[in-house]
């Protein structure tokens, strides 16, 4: 049988574009290791032109945030008749945007922090800055202002008075024409991966990261974090938060593979953040980690998520 040719799709123009050459490499290594012919795509303008030409067998998306995981790639793929890695269209369009995410969470009674949103206009066109006071009101402070289309922790920020609320709110539109302003959970950080054709939830990890929170800098640092496999939490909760990300990840849609971000507060109660449907694959990535928790390996890994592809 002659070997099967994957295109790895990395790069493009989003914010996480650097992260995604990362992710991408590593993944055309693992699979070329793997026995498959790889070819690296960096995604621009001849995307769809490359692919008519190679005509490869599966699309590996090693893209993270815009065009790469809000469902924009998944459609092209879906046009040309490829099998792609990860989440549909739709799940794809439903995660990338936080707010929508949110909404669906609280429809079906998934506890999530609460939370307001806005777009442009209503602070342009609408007055919407003074709803601020009734805001810090309902959430207290302090406030995680948020972009609602975007990853790695960029353009978020947390206002601890009203006064700092326009500068988050501006430094957030500056990634989005939409933003998020959601109640502050003090508590443990985690992240719960999922994998497999028949989803399943690997050893949760949890992130104590050294700076203020699991910003940019602190998740693609060495040693900007520390990272405890399994979270230390007691078994009961870590029971439930597992069944919970499952839950989540199916009331999404998700396939493939995935990724959940849950707080624990302080009494336990669990809160969802968000889901992302292409987490990374560097060398600091949390899926990774926690595959390998269980014995299963980075080439594995990978290989794993392009057969629920190829055998979806
Ligand atoms: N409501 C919140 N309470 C406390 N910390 C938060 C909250 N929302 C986000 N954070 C912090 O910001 C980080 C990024 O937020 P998240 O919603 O997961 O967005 P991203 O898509 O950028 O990962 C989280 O990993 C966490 O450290
Ligand atoms: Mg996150």
Redesign the pocket.
Known sequence: MSKQTIAVLKGGRSLERNISLKSGARVEKALREKGYATEGIDVDESLVKQLKDLKPDAAFIAMHGRSGEDGTIQELLDILDIPYTGSDVLPSIRCMD?VLSKHIFVADGIPT?PFYAFNRDAFQELGAVDTMPIIGKELGYPI?V?PAA?????G?R?AHTESELPAALISAFSFDNKVLL??????T?LAVSILGKEPRALPIVE?R?KTD???FESRYTMGKADYLVPAEIPEAAAAEVTELSLRVFKTLGCSGFGRV?I?MDESGGL?V??I?TIPGFTETSLLPMAAQAVGIGFNDLVEEILLCALEG
């Open positions: 936080k922090p995680v948020k975007q990853g790695s922790a960029l978020i947390f959601e109640k502050y959970v003090k508590g950080e992130v990261p929170f699991f910003d971000d707080m809160q953040l968000e992302n």
